[in-house]
């Protein structure tokens, strides 16, 4: 089993930045890639970017891409959302998500919440 738990949520104006985190505990060596994803109110969760763990290439979602950065620190089996150049509607619950192969993901955090104020 793996545990996630995200932290760094908070509110923030438009043209902000937070640094979001999402700490590993349990099998962590069994994980392939890490993801983000965020869920608006009324709206479908949806994904948000992920990472590869060995490697670190990443994908992102055309609406975050070159304002949201995710990294890693593996050592540390923490994984990282660095939002820039924050608009409102970016404002939803952010979710921490851990896959251990090539499929769905496996394990999912509790999500930290992030508004961001006109």
């Known amino acids: 089993q793996v545990q996630l738990v995200e932290s760094g949520g908070g509110f923030v104006q438009t043209g902000g930045s937070l640094r979001l985190s999402c700490a590993a505990s349990?099998?962590?060596?069994?994980?392939?890639?890490m993801g983000w994803f965020r869920q608006a109110p009324g709206k479908e969760r949806e994904f948000v970017g992920a990472?590869?763990?060995?490697?670190?290439?990443?994908t992102y979602a055309d609406s975050v891409k070159g304002r949201f950065t995710i990294s890693t620190d593996n050592a540390q089996n923490t994984v990282y959302l660095q939002m820039n150049s924050l608009k409102p509607e970016d404002t939803a619950v952010y979710y921490c998500?851990?896959?251990?192969?090539?499929?769905?993901?496996?394990?999912w955090g509790q999500g930290t919440q992030v508004t961001v104020s006109s």
């Open positions: 998500a851990a896959a251990i192969g090539f499929g769905g993901y496996n394990y």
């Open positions: 349990g099998r962590t060596f069994s994980l392939y890639r």
């Open positions: 990472i590869v763990r060995t490697g670190g290439s990443t």
